[in-house]
Structure formats: structure tokens, C-alpha cells
């Protein structure tokens, strides 16, 4: 996995943990978000979330809206191309 495709996936899984266990639905996130200026369907919300792809910028809103004032941020660790291939015998 590249590192954009890995932290894309981890903003994507953070969002959705988070929003999982606050037990906020994306209709309630949308209309947080509308209070603080952001406009936004709750489909195209979901779409948005499933997708992986927006901004921090919007992730920071998105936190925001779900009161969340810590993040512990992921790491990406490149694996050794070497380590991933069986070594022949012989």
C-alpha cells in the first residue's frame, strides 16, 4: 500500500470509528455541520466518508462537529520490499 492510500484509508476508518461511537448518524453530523456553515446532504455526506478522499480541512470539520479535541494520528511504516519476498532455498 502507498503512504497516500494508506492515510486516505485511515481517514476514512477514523471518521467512521468516531462517528460509531458517538453514536451521531449522518443526518445529526450533517446538520452540525450546517450550524457551523457547512452545507452538505447526509448522502452526500455518506458518499463523501465511504469515499476516503476529502480534505483535512473537512476532516477537521467533521471532528469538530463531533466534539472530538484529541487524534491520535497513524503512522506509516514503508515495508522492506525484501521482507515481503520468501527467500529460495538452495
Do not use: C
Not at 448522502?43 to 467533521?62: D, E, H, M, P, T
Not at 479535541?69 to 532455498?89: H, I, S
Amino acid at each position: 500500500m502507498k503512504p497516500r492510500e494508506f492515510y486516505e484509508a485511515r481517514a476514512k476508518s477514523t471518521i467512521k470509528e468516531l462517528r460509531e461511537q458517538t453514536g451521531i448518524t449522518y443526518k445529526e453530523l450533517a446538520r452540525r455541520l450546517e450550524a457551523e456553515g457547512v452545507v452538505i446532504e447526509p448522502q452526500v455526506l455518506i458518499n463523501r466518508v465511504n469515499q476516503g478522499k476529502f480534505s483535512f480541512a473537512f476532516a477537521l470539520q467533521l471532528l469538530a462537529a463531533m466534539n472530538q479535541t484529541t487524534l491520535e494520528l497513524p503512522r506509516y511504516r514503508r515495508q522492506d520490499a525484501r521482507a515481503q519476498k520468501p527467500v529460495p532455498k538452495g
